[in-house]
């Protein structure tokens, strides 16, 4: 498909356009043209200047050069596949920033404008961790939730933020700095409205639907029943994408959305750590190579084995449920007592340094383990109980 056939589709009414989509998917040759994609598609097809809308893409496309901005589209190389798999991709999304970090494996975090500061606190420290570990953070650079993943994320790794207008008419217009930031970090800023084009009330749930559709699974953060970010969890669920949620308090109503996707089923996840172990647990990072440092990998339940690099023909682990055959292999009372036995006797520093754990994990671990009498406390340091 050319960009000015691209340009021409986005223009028509959702029905149309996804019939004609379905054509070119089985019969690639019709994105040579306008006139080929919407040829026999009955009397919907007539009911519109195609001489005129394919006007209107040229100059799209027009501005779209001097605006400075990259491009892709449905059959571009450059176009994210995650993205063109969804019920309804967007034909065209221009783009600032590096083309790259829309392929790479990414988490969505969505939620309320007016977040309350230890919800947002909680956020930014998820997208941080997240972000640390080699995953990007996607979201829509709203005011609240928005805003705090996009900024923990830039603390460590890349994020992306999806527009509900052009790039020339940011919205909203505080978050010029932010914008510029996730740019300049690596990032990018996708939206799918040609240059000139304004924030509109309507075209934010239909930038929801990119959101999710760039994402392996999206977490929901403190919304109420009426948020957005509701219709960024449906659109996630009829994408197949995997759904979770960070609710706050039940009181006031200001979570009942979140409260809500919890009680349909929704895992209810505290940290980065959980968001991995619910993506692991549905083969939804399949493929992914976690990066960061050792202490990054731990902040997400990866449990680095010593040496740091993974050796030849294995792969990093998330707990629980890590898959045999690797020295992270377990669950984490196993990966403990394990490595007790082979120690003899260990201080709580020798493990954490065997183990790649940071000390507060350890020593949850470890206190289970004195609790179930499996592990004895001794002046010189942590030794099995007889029959462990």
């Not at 996630?236 to 009680?263: F, I, Y």
Request: proline residues 8%; glycine residues 12%; hydrophobic residues 45%.
């Amino acid at each position: 498909m050319d960009l000015v056939t691209a340009l021409t589709l986005r223009l028509v009414f959702l029905p149309l356009r996804k019939a004609a989509l379905a054509r070119w998917r089985d019969d690639p040759a019709r994105g040579a043209a306008p006139c080929s994609m919407f040829e026999g598609l009955g009397e919907a097809a007539r009911d519109f200047d195609l001489v005129a809308l394919t006007g209107r893409a040229e100059r799209h496309a027009r501005a779209t050069a001097r605006a400075g901005l990259q491009v892709v589209w449905l059959g571009h190389p450059g176009y994210p596949p995650l993205l063109d798999a969804i019920p309804d991709p967007p034909p065209v999304c221009w783009v600032e920033g590096a083309l790259d970090v829309l392929r790479a494996p990414a988490v969505a975090i969505v939620g309320s404008r007016a977040v309350a500061p230890d919800t947002a606190e909680a956020v930014t420290a998820m997208a941080s961790d997240l972000a640390a570990a080699g995953l990007v953070v996607v979201s829509g650079l709203a005011r609240g939730v928005d805003a705090a993943a996009h900024r923990g994320a830039l603390a460590t790794g890349r994020t992306i933020a999806v527009l509900g207008s052009s790039h020339d008419r940011l919205y909203p217009a505080e978050h010029d700095a932010l914008a510029a930031r996730i740019v300049g970090g690596g990032g990018a800023l996708v939206s799918e409205w040609p240059p000139a084009t304004p924030a509109l009330p309507g075209h934010f749930p239909a930038r929801n639907r990119i959101v999710s559709g760039l994402s392996r699974g999206v977490v929901v953060a403190e919304a109420s029943g009426q948020s957005g970010a509701l219709i960024t969890a449906a659109h996630a669920l009829s994408q197949g994408r995997e759904v979770m949620a960070m609710p706050g308090t039940p009181w006031g109503g200001r979570n009942r959305g979140a409260h809500g996707l919890v009680k349909d089923g929704a895992p209810l996840v505290e940290d980065a750590a959980d968001v991995v172990a619910v993506l692991q647990a549905a083969h939804a990072l399949d493929g992914w190579e976690p990066a960061g440092s050792r202490e990054a990998l731990a902040a997400v339940g990866l449990v680095a084995p010593p040496g740091m690099g993974p050796p030849p023909g294995t792969r990093w682990c998330a707990e629980p449920g890590a898959p045999s055959g690797g020295p992270s292999d377990g669950l984490p009372d196993e990966q403990v007592l394990a490595e007790m036995s082979r120690l003899g006797r260990a201080t709580a520093d020798e493990l954490g340094r065997a183990l790649g754990w940071p000390a507060d994990r350890l020593l949850a671990v470890l206190s289970g383990l004195e609790l179930d009498g499996r592990a004895v406390r001794t002046a010189g340091g942590w030794i099995l109980a007889r029959g462990s």
